[in-house]
């Protein structure tokens, strides 16, 4: 099954950026199309954004439009999560995962939380 480790999160202030990484640690990833997702506290898990095996095609959640990216670079087997102009409100644990169901067993995550 596939492994995914994220990585990158922190602390940052409002209007600060953050690149997330998604690295696969158990197979090659650039046969699978990539989700990122996050959890806020008491809240459920939210799909991000996803992006195409070979990164042609990308989606985002209207909360996120025209402030973060996804990208990702199959020959060092990592997907990315560009995220620009953050708000408090951006604050969660992000994972990555398959965009659909069946999921792969979730990571820990990578904390980013947007204070000042």
């Known amino acids: 099954q596939l492994r995914l480790v994220e990585s990158g999160g922190g602390l940052v202030q409002p209007g600060g950026s953050l690149r997330l990484s998604c690295t696969a640690s158990?197979?090659?990833?650039?046969?699978?199309?990539i989700g990122w997702f996050r959890q806020a506290p008491g809240k459920e898990r939210e799909g991000v954004s996803c992006?195409?095996?070979?990164?042609?095609?990308?989606t985002y959640a209207e909360s996120v439009k025209g402030r973060f990216t996804i990208s990702r670079d199959n020959a060092k087997n990592t997907a990315y999560l560009q995220m620009n102009s953050l708000k408090p409100e951006d604050t969660a644990v992000y994972y990555c995962n398959s965009p659909w169901a069946p999921f792969y067993a979730w990571g820990q995550g990578t904390q980013v939380t947007v204070s000042s």
């Open positions: 992006i195409s095996s070979r990164g042609g095609d990308t």
């Open positions: 158990s197979s090659t990833l650039d046969v699978y199309a």
